[in-house]
């Protein structure tokens, strides 16, 4: 058996910062830590949206990344 033990979840929002020749979209990321692991994924989007809306170049992802421990009883 092993006990799972979750970790603070991180919200990043990708950004379209432009395009390579071959149309190519080019990305960059912003990444807040320390997101509590028991906020919906409904309030991480709303969250992801306006914390986007303040961003200068159009937000392409929103992504909710989870991580836990396991640790053996």
């Known amino acids: 058996m092993a006990l ?6 991180r919200l990043r929002i ?9 149309g190519t979209p080019v990305l960059r990321h912003r990444t ?5 692991d028991g906020v919906t994924d409904a309030s ?8 986007g809306s303040l961003q200068k170049h159009p937000v392409v992802y929103i ?5 836990a421990r396991v640790l053996p009883l």
């Open 14 to 22: 990708s950004v379209q910062t432009g395009l390579l020749p071959d």
């Open 32 to 36: 807040y830590n320390r997101m509590n």
């Open 44 to 51: 991480v989007l709303t969250i992801g949206n306006a914390i």
């Open 4 to 9: 799972r033990e979750n970790q603070p979840s």
């Open 63 to 67: 992504h909710r990344i989870d991580e």
